[in-house]
């Protein structure tokens, strides 16, 4: 169906986006209020295996800083990037349009109703680590989903053409009741929270929630790659897919689903960052072709160094103030996409 690179050279770009990424979580993890050395990070960590016993020549505050503080949201930034390009892969090959990202379908507009009105209830409530907000973020992204795709179903079939203007009306008006309940409660506070929500930053402290959301992502990247065959088969239309004997609407539904996990898991951590889902696919697709067996597990990859570095610089550039991380994302992404299609001249394969 695609022109595709053999198996040894997939392997050879895999590992060396793995070695990329490994590097820009080191470089992450060195970098901050408190500089630690690249070597004595590997030292500290190694440390961790029951094979490994380095004498101690570091700061006793460095361990502590390492991973309680900044390897928690290194990490957290690694699984936040992976989840959205690999989202934006299955909505793209999904809804054949390039332009397509995981908050086309109205992801994001659940999300942030979610928090939002998380945020206006006068209860405290935590569970597995996280906090009301962010688990409303997540049933409010699947939800608006769910809603978007029966609103889209007609007679068994869920057109793309509809389901993106349910995706495009169900946000409008999602983010309508959003901010008439921000403005009517008259809370400053409230809006400085909602705000905060919408441009996102890495909010993690500690393991717990990195422990719950890390099977979710990666177990959703595993269960994408799987689905690589059923959208190298949508690019052909619907029909085409049909005639290969793929079962389009249960393989629709479940791309959906799946993209729309990877996007809620992320945004429980996150918040909002957008443009991820929407550079990182294209990138990839510009430089290693169409196909889902390659796409997916390099926009995985090279989205989660993408946050990883993105989230470095929010937290550096302007220190001890902080920018949000989806400014980062979209200042950092749009330039670069941009030299990317200049540099490339392809054509995408939809």
């Not at 402290?205 to 269960?223: E, R, T």
């Amino acid at each position: 169906m695609f022109t595709s690179l053999k198996l040894n050279h997939r392997l050879l770009i895999l590992l060396a986006l793995g070695a990329i990424l490994l590097l820009c979580l080191l470089i992450a993890a060195a970098l901050g209020a408190v500089s630690i050395p690249p070597l004595d990070i590997i030292k500290m960590t190694l440390n961790k295996a029951p094979t490994f016993d380095f004498f101690a020549t570091w700061q006793p505050s460095y361990e502590t800083i390492l991973f309680q503080i900044r390897l928690p949201r290194v990490i957290a930034g690694a699984l936040v990037g992976a989840a959205l390009a690999s989202a934006g892969v299955l909505f793209q090959g999904l809804l054949r349009n390039p332009m397509a990202d995981p908050y086309i379908i109205g992801t994001s507009a659940g999300a942030a109703f979610g928090a939002t009105i998380a945020m206006m209830l006068p209860i405290s409530l935590a569970f597995l680590s996280f906090g009301l907000v962010p688990i409303a973020a997540f049933f409010g992204a699947l939800g608006a989903v769910l809603l978007v795709y029966n609103l889209a179903r007609v007679g068994g079939k869920t057109p793309v053409v509809s389901m993106l203007l349910a995706g495009f009306a169900v946000s409008a008006m999602l983010t309508a009741v959003m901010f008439f309940m921000v403005t009517l409660s008259g809370r400053t506070e409230l809006l400085h929270n909602v705000y905060s929500f919408l441009m996102g930053s890495i909010s993690v402290s500690g393991w717990n929630k990195i422990i719950i959301v890390a099977p979710l992502i990666i177990g959703g990247i595993i269960a994408a790659r799987l689905l690589a065959f059923r959208l190298n088969a949508f690019a052909l239309g619907e029909e085409g897919a049909a005639y290969l004997g793929i079962d389009v609407e249960r393989d629709k539904l479940l791309v959906l689903a799946l993209g729309s996990l990877l996007t809620a898991a992320a945004v429980s951590i996150s918040g909002l960052v957008g443009f991820v889902g929407l550079v990182v696919p294209h990138a990839m697709r510009l430089l290693f072709g169409p196909d889902h067996r390659i796409l997916l597990p390099t926009a995985a990859i090279f989205g989660g160094a993408f946050v990883v570095l993105a989230d470095l610089l929010a937290r550096t550039m302007l220190s001890p103030r902080e920018i949000p991380l989806g400014i980062l994302t979209a200042i950092i992404g749009a330039p670069f996409f941009i030299y990317l299609l200049r540099r490339t001249r392809r054509e995408y394969a939809f």
